[in-house]
């Protein structure tokens, strides 16, 4: 069945309900928007990590609670610190892995974000030097004009975020290159 030109406002998604965090975004073009990958899956370990050590931590206290003589508790503070100190360097790590990006689609090029340092380190490509765009295993290798390549670890993204990433940059190149935009 074919479908119809024109959508009607009754087919159309209701818009986002307010108070929730995400701005109905309809209104913006598809050119100007941007895509945001974060290390999704590294986030998530590291934060599963971090509570595991916070409840061994609870179970110490708990378990050893009236075991250790009042003349040796140090045992029990130390296994505890070793327990915690972690723990918090784990939820610290994991909440940024989960909530700064590592690669940004934007209409203007790719922009590749790594972990230490972002600000200092940060890479931009525009479109119009990336060539092509190829994909091996977990890494996905840009191939730049002037002959160097940019190469993005995807192995802290989920499995669905990296065939997102994949398939957003090379549909972005190919309409660019079929189009003709930037060439001389």
């Not at 929730?20 to 913006?28: A, E, N, S, T, W």
């Not at 380190?121 to 119009?128: G, S």
């Not at 990296?162 to 930037?182: F, K, P, W």
Request: glycine share 8%.
């Amino acid at each position: 069945m074919l479908e119809p030109e024109h959508t009607s406002s009754e087919t159309l998604p209701s818009p986002v309900k307010t108070g929730l965090g995400v701005d109905d975004i309809r209104h913006i073009p598809v050119q100007e928007r941007e895509l945001r990958f974060t290390r999704n899956r590294a986030g998530a370990l590291l934060t599963g990590s971090a509570f595991l050590l916070i409840a061994i931590a609870g179970f110490l206290q708990l378990a050893g609670h009236g075991t250790i003589t009042p003349y040796l508790p140090a045992p029990l503070w130390a296994m505890q610190a070793a327990a915690v100190v972690p723990a918090v360097l784990f939820l610290y790590l994991g909440l940024r892995c989960l909530k700064h990006a590592a690669v940004i689609v934007t209409p203007l090029g790719v922009e590749i974000l790594p972990f230490v340092r972002p600000r200092h380190t940060m890479r931009w490509h525009l479109w119009q030097q990336i060539c092509s765009a190829e994909r091996d295993g977990t890494r996905l290798t840009l191939r730049l004009a002037d002959g160097t390549n940019a190469v993005i670890g995807m192995a802290p993204l989920t499995a669905a975020s990296r065939d997102m990433l994949v398939h957003a940059v090379q549909a972005r190149l190919n309409s660019l290159h079929h189009s003709g935009y930037g060439k001389a």
